[in-house]
């Protein structure tokens, strides 16, 4: 059974940093690309960021370029995200998640599956 468990979230003020943590068990996380995904109140969920196999391959969106950093251990079994300069349209619920699919972009939500509960990031302004 995959489990996905995502934390690090909380309340910071716009111009803070936090950074989320998600850790995996039930697969072999080393095997997989993973995703960070987040979802405004009212929206669609939407992709942040991408990391194939290693810390050198990665994508952002354009919101986050220059500010949010993926990276993961695969000794630990867990991906992070460091978030800079937040900006309260950073303000979601965030997720990770593994690619299971590669038949669309990478920022297509469909690609991935084994969702967890997500955690909650609020920015004030």
């Known amino acids: 059974q995959v489990q996905v468990v995502e934390s690090g979230g909380g309340l910071v003020q716009a111009g803070g940093s936090l950074r989320l943590s998600c850790t995996i068990s039930?697969?072999?996380?080393?095997?997989?690309?993973m995703g960070w995904f987040r979802q405004a109140p009212g929206k669609e969920r939407e992709a942040v960021s991408y990391?194939?196999?290693?810390?050198?391959?990665?994508y952002y969106a354009d919101s986050v370029k220059d500010r949010f950093t993926i990276s993961r251990d695969n000794a630990k079994n867990t991906l992070y995200l460091q978030m800079n300069a937040l900006k309260p349209g950073d303000t979601g619920m965030y997720y990770c998640?593994?690619?299971?699919?590669?038949?669309?972009?990478?920022?297509?939500?469909?690609?991935?599956?084994?969702w967890g509960q997500g955690t909650q990031v609020t920015v004030s302004s």
């Open positions: 039930g697969l072999v996380f080393g095997d997989y690309a």
């Open positions: 990391i194939r196999w290693s810390d050198s391959d990665t």
């Open positions: 998640a593994p690619r299971i699919r590669y038949s669309r972009h990478w920022d297509e939500k469909s690609e991935y599956d084994y």
